[in-house]
């Protein structure tokens, strides 16, 4: 995602990541990996329960999940791929590009 940070920006969008760490913790992912888009400190799982994504191997974490959320709120495309697998930025930029 980091890769392409730039050309979902440029598709009118930006991209948010949710953690189930602890603030301190993300800050730390963020720094080691030189992240450059917001990511979100969720110790309680709430956006993570919201939004379906606990692991349901392990319910302290979330599975790898995308979603593209309208300025209104609405969820205009999702994936929740049963897999452990990311899904691919070009994949996500295809839909945005629907919109």
């Known amino acids: 995602m980091q890769d392409n940070y730039a050309k979902i920006q440029a598709a009118s969008a930006e991209l948010i990541a949710i953690s ?18 917001p990511v979100l400190a969720d110790k309680d799982r709430a956006a993570i329960t919201d939004y379906n994504v606990v692991d349901p191997g392990n319910n302290r974490i ?38």
Do not use: C, M
């Not at 189930?20 to 888009?37: E, P, R």
């Not at 709120?73 to 930025?89: N, Q």
């Open 20 to 37: 189930s760490d602890d603030a301190g913790d993300t800050k730390q992912t963020v720094q080691n990996h030189g992240l450059k888009f």
């Open 62 to 99: 979330a599975r790898p999940a995308a979603y593209i959320v309208r300025k209104d709120g609405t969820i205009a495309w999702k994936s929740l791929d049963a897999k452990a697998a990311r899904v691919p930025t070009a994949q996500i930029l295809t839909e945005l590009g629907k919109l």
